[in-house]
Structures are given as C-alpha cells and as structure tokens.
C-alpha cells in the first residue's frame, strides 16, 4: 500500500479511537473466530452467540473473513489476529500489552471492531465471558462500551465449586444435562476454572425421585461437559468403608473407585475428605490413598491425589502431620482446608511442609452450624430460613476471602445447591482478581444474569438482603424497606424477568425476611400480652391466667399476620421448583429433610414461648395445690431476675450478653477460631432462650468476665446448658484455677443447674469463669455451648 493511502487508514482508526467514549451497537456484528482454535475456544464462541441471543433476541453470524461493512468480534489468539484482519488494518499494533499469565485475556474496543484475545485456550474463553459481563444487552439491543480495555489474568490458579448431583442437596438433583451445561457456562462467565463431583456412592441416599439420570451417568456427563470447555474435574470422594486396615475392604475399594474413575472422561484431582463424612486413622487412610492413586493414575495419568484432616482428634492430627514431614509422600498433590479442620488456616499451612499445597474448601452455603456461619443471627431467622437458606452474603464472603486465601493456591467452594448462587460469583471473581469492588462485582451480576435495566438496583437489593440479617431483626426496620425495593423491581419486571430463577430467589428472600419480622413483632406482642395474665394469676387464679394467656398465645395461628405476604412467599416456592428445581418444602416438592433448604416448611415455626408456655400450663394444670402453681408461674414471670446484687446474661442473645467476652470478633476471625459466636439448638419445644446459647469451638475456652462484685458477698451461678451436642462433657474453671465443677455431661432433658463459687474468687470484686468441652476430641468442635447464667449474690 503507498504511503499516503496507510496514513489514510491510520487517519480513520484514530478517528474511531477518538469517539471511543460511545457505545458500539453490536447487533449487526459477524463473529470472527480466530481459524485455529481449540474445542474449549470453539465452546467460547458458541456461549458468546448463545448468551447474547437469550438477552436480546439477536443472533450473531459468524464468518472466517473480516467484515468490511459492519462491526466485528474477533475471537481467538493474537497470533490468530493476522489470519482474519488484512494486514493494511494494523488492529493488532493497537492492543493493549497483555497481562503476564495463564488463563489471561485482553478484551478491547477499536473503532468498531472488539478484540477477545486469550494468552492461552482459557485465556480466550475467560475473555469472552469478560465481554458479556460487559456488554448492555437488552431486547433487539447489543452494545459495547466504545472505551473498553481490559488485560487481565487471574491472581489465583484454582477457582471452582462443587456441583454435587445428590439426593442431599436442595436443587441440584433435580437438573438435565443442558441445566448443567448452562450453570458450568454462568460460573465461566465469572472465572471459574474448575468444577469437582461427587460419586454414586456417599453419605447419601442412593437415590432421589429428582434424579433425571441415574449417578454414575450425570457423573460421566458432567466430566464431559467441564472438559468440553477447558475445565478442571475435581472428585470428592469420602472414604466411607468402616475399617481401611483390612486388606478385603481395601481391595474392595480399590475396584470400586477405579470403576468409577475408568468410567469419567476428564479427572484432574480427587480430594479425600479425612472425615465428615470417613473416619479412617491417618496411617490407615494414607496407605489407602497411595494405593489408589496409583488406580487413578492408570486411567488419568496427570491426576493428583489431595486429602483433607476434617473432624480429626488431636491425636490423629498429630499423627497425619508427622507422615507428612516425616514420610513426605511424593504421590500427595496437596492437602485440603475445609470444615471441622482442628486448627485454623494459617495454622494448617505453618505445619504442613511446604512442598504441598493448600486449597481452601470453604463452606458458603450454610447459615448456621458450619464453617463461617452468620454473625449474631437473629434467632428468628435461624429457626425459620434454617441452615440452607438462600443466603447471597458478598461482604461477608469478601471478608473471609480476603483474609484466609493468601494461605492458599485458590479453592473449590463447598456447595449444596443453587441457594448460595451469588457467593459462588463473588468468590470466583475474587479469585481472579481480590482487589474488585463487591460492589461492581454485583453490577456485573445483576447487568449479566437480570437484566441492564436493574444492575444497580438488584445489586443493591442483594446488598440489603445481607444487611437484613444484621443486628436484631426486631428492631432492622430495613427489612421492609428491603422488600419495597423488591417489590418495585417485582412490578416494573418483564414476563422473562420474573420467570428468572436467580430474580425469584432474591424475591423470595425479600418476602420471607419481612414476613417473618412481621410474625416477630407480633408474636412478642403477643408474649407479653400473655405475660401480663400470669402476672395477674394471685388475682385472677392460676387456672383463669393460664387459660387467658393460652388463648392469647394462640392468636399466632388463628389470627395470622401479613397473610398476603405468606400467600406470595408460596407461589415464589413453587416458582423456584418450576424454574430450577428447588426443593423449598419436604411434602410438597420431595425436599430430603427440612434443614436441607425445605424452609417453606418452617414459614410458620413459633418466634416466641408459646410451646414452651403451653407445655408448662398442662404440667402446672396437674398440681392439686394453688399456692404451688402461683408459685410456678412467679418463677417463670421473673425468670430472668438474679435478684439483688445479681447478675443475668441471656448468652444467646447479643443484646443481653454484657459479661460475655467475644473474642476477637467476626470482621478478624469469622470461622470463630479465637472468638465466642451465636449457635442454635433444635428443639424448638424447650424456652426461647434454650433455643440459643453462646459456644467457643474445639479447645478454645469460652469465657465470661464479672467486676465491681461484692468482696464480702457469697455467690452462686445458676447456669442452663443448651446446645446441639449433648454428649460432649463441659467443666467450669474461676479465674484459671478455682474448679467450679468438672468436666461432667449435660442434663437431659436440658434444666438449670447450679454451683456454688468459692469465697476466693471474688474476694478481689472480680470474676472469670471459663468453660471448656473434653480436650482433642475433633469432630465439628461444637459442644462448650452456654444458653443462660446468672450470678446469684446469696
């Protein structure tokens, strides 16, 4: 070309740069593929084309020539960029410098041609999913950001969930392969790298009426999908035979695995959990592992061998750390932090040789009882939305990434369903780069999976629904405002809107959560209403009192509240079934167990005493004696009353627990290694109070702090052990050396206990009691569990 006919050229380029400020309309744009590509980059363009068509009806064509008239995509490699683009239009001189690393892209804008170039086959498939979360896509429009510049590559080498196809699970045992397909697609689209199944055989049942295929095929399936598209397969595969030491049992499971590895296309790594489920001695479990590794290998020659020391005792953690920096086994890859590990993160790489790496298994579907459980839940919503609830948490998920990850060489998150859909995109966008604004991440979320029209305003809605659960729910005034967010998207919403799985879900979170503050503030009405009848029993009689509170109390089911709101919170249930399968209630959508996500069957559990009351009033309503019975009810009037000079907590209830000394507390320790959290018991029969309790986990102590007593005073503690582990044994200590009582069980049924404190502990005006469960023991590390003390000046 002469001279002045390239400066012509430049000339137009540069003019295009000049109004790059403008959006770019796409909809008549050619997709040009670089003609080189591999089957993962193939899948790309597929996704590109499909993913924008869902959205705005537009179907892009595809060419292997650059189109002289229209817009154009180029997907590939930049040594691909030369076999489409003629070479009087030097495109690829005006790239961005590519981000140093694998599984990097640059996505870029000029003039009316937008540039995907991966360093590498995963580099191109994350570049197109970049795009899509940037383009505005709505009906019949396509446009890109005329200023888009992106060169990236991932801070974390390994990025991925478990997808679990089992019985267990509140949804996933409900999708068809293309449900799986496009799910593997939506968590690429935000960086994820890796998947990891689980096989036929776990602690599961062995079937589920869901199941549209058997196991083992949907297993076989998914490993074909992740490899259609470049992923790493992971398998989790729990140890379940009851003794590794017999040579049967280990030939038995060594022909049992290796079915099912000869059987799965792709296998990157297996992870053996050490327990929860398994509990297989480390020795034991190691010579297993090795032996099956070697089957592995067999069938998948690069495949790695991880293991997690979950629910070990001291012990066994002990022993399994002394293979390791004893024996240094060359066939382990790695070793696994996740749930019911007996010591923390940093802790756990400290001691693990360095030649193997950590990958973080962090729980981020749980609410309760787990690994990072909510801060001080509202015990309202522990009872009704239960452990599995639908929970996007992007601060606290952020909070926790940021903090334990740089101990790692990335994760795969542990998941049991579709209910903590937003954490597991928040968590892969983090590890690919942890520096992003949560923020921008749910505009991106929202632009991407609802729609342009509400990227702000559903990723604010996802903000406030974490907030809903911060700080007492009777006072959080801004869970209706929450709902009114909610209901506005609700009304403005298209018919396609509203049939999204991923909008119903928020909405339903909205309604329940407002709902149930609703119940709250009504059933403590009505509490209180019923307490002032007892409060009147000398004057009434006890029988009249109990009668009249009985009938107050059960205005909670015949005269129910917001019943508009309960009504929607249905048919939002039987949406989600529809559109992806949750099972959000036991009888009605074949859900495995109530605390497995079948939260429609808790809508309606009682917020207040009300069983607890009626329970007491049919044992009172026995007693002959009237003055025994106003004497009952007194007690229960002023149950909370140390009397003078006395001290109360509620060790449940964040906002009366002022002698609980909380440790470090969540912002800096959100697994709770060094601080006291918030637990549930189950029993929803025993007293509110009961229903709660404050507890330390493993060989941490849980500690409470008394001053300014009386020197002269004799004092007792009455004190109820709650909790949800009654057989693990709890002993008191005084000020680090005055034993209050032993390590000794629990009663059963749980009761009021109380013990004398020794003159010697508090001749200084001051008081620390300290509890601690058996030392070692492993497992959850549940079970130092305190509901209520009182301090009782004698």
């Given amino acids: 070309m002469p001279p002045r006919s390239r400066l012509a050229v430049t000339a137009v380029i540069l003019i295009s740069l000049a109004k790059a400020g403008t959006a770019l309309n796409l909809a008549n744009a050619a997709v040009v593929p670089s003609p080189n590509l591999t089957g993962p980059e193939n899948k790309a363009v597929a996704m590109l084309i499909d993913e924008i068509e869902k959205r705005t009806r537009i179907r ?95 801070k974390y080498p390994l990025r991925g969930h478990q997808l679990g196809y089992r019985p267990k699970t509140n949804s996933y045992d409900g999708w068809s392969v293309p449900v799986w397909e496009q799910y593997i697609r939506d968590l690429v689209v935000f960086g994820a790298n890796a998947i990891e199944l689980i096989p036929p055989r776990s602690d599961d049942a062995a079937d589920s009426p869901l199941f549209p295929l058997p196991p083992m095929r949907m297993m076989i399936e998914m490993s074909r999908l992740a490899d259609a598209y470049g992923l790493d397969v992971w398998v ?12 049967k049992t280990v030939a038995s499971a060594l022909e049992e695995w290796g079915e099912v590895f000869r059987q799965l296309p792709r296998i990157d790594a297996v992870f053996v959990p050490g327990g929860d489920p398994g509990h297989t001695r480390p020795k034991d479990l190691m010579a297993l592992l090795e032996k099956e590794t070697g089957v592995l290998r067999r069938y998948h020659p690069k495949a790695q061998m991880w293991v997690s020391p979950q629910s070990f005792t001291r012990e066994w953690m002990d022993e399994f750390l002394g293979i390791l920096k004893n024996q240094q086994p060359a066939w382990l890859s790695g070793v696994v932090f996740g749930p019911q590990v007996g010591m923390s993160l940093p802790q756990l790489r400290a001691a693990v ?8 298994y962090p729980d981020i579907t749980h609410s309760r009882q787990s690994q990072y459980p909510v801060p001080d839940w509202d015990v309202a919503y522990a009872v009704t939305e239960a452990r599995e609830t639908i929970n996007p948490r992007p601060i606290d998920e952020a909070n926790i990434f940021r903090l334990l990850q740089p101990y790692t060489v990335g994760f795969l998150a542990y998941s049991e369903g579709c209910n903590d859909d937003v954490n597991k995109m928040v968590w892969s966008a983090l590890g690919w780069d942890p520096d992003r604004s949560v923020t921008d991440i749910l505009r991106e979320y929202s632009r991407y999976f609802i729609g342009e029209r509400y990227t702000e305003s559903f990723a604010q809605g996802l903000l406030a629904l974490e907030r809903n659960w911060r700080g007492p729910l009777a006072t959080n005034a ?28 928020a909405l339903y979170r909205a309604y329940y959560d407002a709902y149930t503050r609703t119940r709250l503030l009504y059933e403590n009405s009505l509490e209180e209403r019923a307490m002032s009848q007892l409060r009147n029993a000398a004057a009434a009689g006890s029988l009249n009192a109990m009668q009249h509170a009985e009938d107050v109390l059960e205005l909670a089911v015949t005269d129910r509240v917001a019943p508009d709101r309960r009504a929607r919170i249905f048919e939002l249930a039987e949406a989600l079934f529809q559109s992806i399968r949750m099972q959000l209630s036991v009888p009605r959508y074949r859900a495995i167990s109530v605390d497995r996500g079948a939260n429609l069957d808790t809508l309606d559990a009682p917020l207040n005493n009300r069983l607890w009351l009626e329970q007491k009033f049919t044992e009172l309503r026995r007693m002959p004696d009237e003055s025994e019975r106003l004497r009952e009810l007194d007690r229960m009037v002023n149950w909370t009353d140390p009397g003078p000079g006395g001290f109360y907590d509620d060790l449940g209830n964040p906002a009366q627990q002022p002698h609980l000394l909380r440790g470090r507390g969540y912002q800096a320790d959100p697994a709770f290694w060094e601080s006291s959290l918030t637990g549930f018991a189950s029993n929803r029969a025993l007293r509110g109070s009961w229903w709660t309790h404050a507890e330390s986990l493993f060989d941490a102590p849980l500690e409470m702090r008394y001053t300014d007593l009386d020197r002269n005073a004799q004092y007792k503690i009455r004190v109820v052990y709650g909790g949800d582990s009654p057989r693990i044994k709890v002993g008191l200590m005084a000020n680090g050396g005055i034993e209050i009582h032993p390590l000794m069980a629990k009663p059963m049924p749980v009761q009021p206990l109380e013990f004398d404190i020794p003159r010697e502990a508090t001749a200084a005006g001051e008081l620390t009691l300290s509890w601690r469960r058996e030392p070692g023991l492993g497992g959850n590390g549940r079970g130092c569990q305190v509901s209520e003390v009182w301090l009782i000046r004698k």
């Fill in 60 to 154: 892009l064509s595809t060419g292997d020539r650059w189109p002289d008239s229209r817009p154009a995509i180029f997907v590939g490699r930049a040594a691909g960029l030369s076999l489409v683009v003629p070479p009087a239009r030097p495109l690829a001189s005006l790239l961005l410098p590519a981000a140093a690393g694998a599984e990097g892209y640059r996505v870029q804008v000029i003039g009316e041609r937008v540039l995907v170039v991966g360093n590498d086959a995963r580099g191109t498939l994350f570049g197109v999913g970049a795009l899509l979360r940037h383009l505005k896509m709505d009906r019949d429009v396509l446009e890109a950001p005329g200023d888009l510049r992106l060169a990236s590559a991932p």
């Fill in 478 to 505: 801004g869970v209706d405002t929450t709902l009114l967010q909610f209901q506005e998207m609700e009304r403005t919403g298209s018919p396609q809107m509203l049939a999204n799985w991923r909008f119903q879900q």
């Fill in 236 to 247: 989790w595969y729990p140890a379940m035979d009851a003794d590794y030491s017999d040579a």
């Fill in 353 to 360: 040789p360095q030649r193997y790496p950590i990958r973080h």
